[in-house]
C-alpha cells in the first residue's frame, strides 16, 4: 500500500472514532512523495485525546498495511501526541490534539502573545499551516470553523509582530564587532540572526504569516510592501559574508536593507 492509500484508510478509520472531530492534512498535498526525504503530517481534532494504549489497540486492527511504528514521539504541547506510521519509505504522522487546546493557542498567537520562536519553532507558523490546511474529515465544520478564525488576519497582530521585529533587526553591537574583527564564522551568526527578524518584519509589513523560510523567493516576489530588489540584496548580503575582505560591504548593505525596511 502506498502512503497516501494508508492515509486515507488512516483517516477513515480514525473517523469512526466519535471523539475524533475533524482531520487535517498540512502542506501541499500534490507535492511528490519520495521515500526517505518526505512526510504527511496531519492535525487531528478530538474531544479527549485518545491515550497511547487506545491507539496501539486502534492500529493494531491494520497492522498489516504499514511497514513500521513510533508511539508517542511527541507527548503533548505544540505538537500534540504524535505517532509515527511508515509506509512505502514514507513518514505519516497523525498529531492530536484537543480542539478547545487547539483553538486556545490559536487565539492567543493571534493576540500577539506568542511572537517568539519556541526553539526552532514559530508560533506563528502554526497559522500559516492552519491557513492553508487541508481538511480531510469534520464534523459540524470543526476545522472550518478553525481555519475561520485564523484566517482573520487581526491587524493589531500584525502591526505588533512587526514592531518586535523591527526593533531586532539590526544589532548595531555585534555588527561593529564584526567589521572590526572580520571573522567570517561570527558574522555568519549576526547574518542568521539579521534575516530571521528581517524575513519576519517583511511578512508581517504584508500581513503575512511566515511559515518557515522555504518558498521565501516567491513569497517575496508576490510582496507589495518591500525594498526595491529586495531578495536580491539579501542573497548578496549572504554571499559577501563568506569572505573576510567584503565583510565591511556586506555590512554596510544590511544596514541600508534593514533601515529601508523600516522606512516603508
Known sequence: ???????????????????????AQTGDMNAPLIPGKSDIDMFVLCTDVPS????????????????????EVCGGGIWGYGDIFMCGGIDVMPMYFTVEEMQGYLEEVLDGKHLEKEGRFYPIGRLASIESINILFERNETWSKIVALVKSHPESLFKKWYESECWKMIDEEDLGRAELRHEVLFYHQVVE???????????????????SRKRTEKAIAGFKMKPADCYERLLKIVQLASKEETIEVSVAELRKLGNELKEI
Not at 491507539?55 to 498495511?65: D, T
Open 193 to 211: 540572526e539579521f534575516l530571521d527578524h528581517f524575513l519576519q518584519a517583511l511578512y508581517a509589513k504584508n500581513g503575512c504569516y511566515f511559515p
Open 52 to 71: 497511547k494504549t487506545e491507539r496501539e489497540e486502534m492500529y493494531r486492527k491494520f497492522s498489516a498495511e504499514y511497514e513500521s511504528l513510533q508511539m
Open 1 to 23: 500500500m502506498n502512503a497516501n492509500d494508508f492515509k486515507n484508510r488512516l483517516v477513515e478509520f480514525l473517523s469512526a472514532d466519535e471523539r475524533i472531530l475533524g482531520i
